[in-house]
């Protein structure tokens, strides 16, 4: 019955997106039984991380199938905490969403659909079963498409196009690989195909298959040179929306990537060569592509492409320090990148633009604020003790003990680009004076808000700045979770065994 537990996170949200779906016209209640829903969720997922963390691998066979001929749930210690970090971030942009995204979104159904996406997203964490997490992934990118085109704006609808393209492309290469590891295996079940791969003659055609899904997953994570639609679609929706994009999207593909290439096709020399290559060109490619940018939402977007790199790096270099750097920068990005977006809709809503030439004054006008939002900017830099500086002394040391240079010296292009574009936003939008000139569109939006609905915009960047926080200052408890982690990547006899039984 215990086992059963690990699908309710999945339940919780269908359960609430169903009971939304009765509530279309009455947002005032859809608001409240969204957050409320996501709190509680939130609960379940601390639980359920609680009791893997305790138990060992926790596994759910659907209509008491046994594996690997059923649907196959499973919870390990990566999975739940990605389903727990997930829930975190849910529960901020939903107290965000009740002031961030407007009523006339609200009406066309933003929180049912908020709902199904994030249904969409644990279930791609717990399923032990790879054509379900393609169902997973489809539910994810319909979702999204739905949110991205909220409200019918035209620059949304033409990020929409761009993106849903990109998107289904990497669905039809991802089913084609999955048709041809069927093929080759008979099998969908994760942990069997660990098994099965492993034994195939045929070692060309199994790297060609593993080549098939690191284009359909790059794609989804953003990586060098499929990346191109990310920056022109991740821009155009509101806050809340963009960051639900920009902190998890690109993630459920990075778990994917982290999956797949340590569970069922584990990297030769070759491939860990590839997987450098395409972090250093992503790290790079991402921090010259934010350094051209003025406008703050897009220098975000290129900021979430460049630092996929560091997360790549850790699968290139493949080794225990290396995957459990990559796993800690995985959880910190969930969390500053989610605030990133959430902080640009505060400064949306005070100044009316997001262009940096037309900003200026913020430090002046709210230092309080300011500050509060400087701890989010530094923690996406890295700045020590802050939560971006410690998986990178894990994915350094690796890289010095692996002697790649060059991603080295990739990586230390990325942090300091990184620092120089922040400090340079830093100084156009929060030091510099507010250009007289310019007549921005809200100059008065955030001061006439009622006191209640600044609490609620400013509350979920508190929150997740304390988050974040607490993985900087407390960086020895999320590293014991990523070396955890890590080493289940490199033995996963556990997980076939918890999931097989043998």
Known sequence: MMNNFIILPLLLHMT?????????????????????????????????????????????????????FGITFVSDVFSSTMVLFTSISAVAISIYSTIGINRARMKYGFFPIYHFLF??????????????????????????????????????????IKYVAMNMLASVIFLTAIAILYGLTGS??????????AKIDNRGLVNVTGLLFFIGFGIKSAVFPLYYWLP??????????????????????????????????????????VFSYVAVATLITGALGAIVKRDVRRMFSYLIVCHIGFMIAGLGLFTEIALAGAVFYLFHDIIVKTNLFLVSGII?????????????????????????MAIVLFSLVGIPPLSGFWPKINLFLASFMERDYLLIAAMIIASFVTLYVIAKMWTEVFWKSAPKEVELLHADGFAILKPSNKFLLVFPVVFLTMVSLY????????????????????DTSPYIHAVLGK
């Open 16 to 68: 609430t997106a169903v009971v939304l779906l009765f509530l279309w016209k009455r947002i005032a209640v859809q608001r409240i039984v969204s957050v409320i829903a996501n709190v509680l969720i939130l609960l379940v997922s601390i639980l359920l991380f609680t009791k893997t963390w305790q138990s060992g691998i926790m596994t759910m066979q659907s209509g008491n199938w046994p594996a690997p």
């Open 188 to 197: 969908l079940n994760m942990a069997d195909l660990s098994v099965k791969v």
């Open 119 to 160: 249904m969409g997203l644990n279930g791609a964490f717990l399923t032990g079963d790879i054509f379900n997490l393609y169902v997973w992934f489809e539910i994810v990118i319909i979702s999204s498409f739905v949110l991205m085109t909220l409200g019918g704006k035209k620059p949304q609808m033409e990020s929409a």
């Open 348 to 372: 949306y809503r005070i100044k009316g633009t997001m262009r940096m030439p037309q900003l200026g004054g913020m430090y002046a006008e709210y230092p309080r604020l300011s500050l509060l």
């Open 232 to 273: 022109s679609s991740y821009h155009t929706p509101p806050s809340a929306i963009a960051a639900i994009f920009g902190g998890l999207l690109t993630k459920v593909g990075i778990y994917a990537l982290l999956r797949f290439f340590t569970l069922i096709f584990i990297p030769g020399e070759f491939t860990m060569t």
């Open 471 to 490: 993985i900087g200052f407390g960086a020895e408890h999320i590293m014991i979770i990523s070396k955890h982690i890590a080493s289940e990547m490199m």
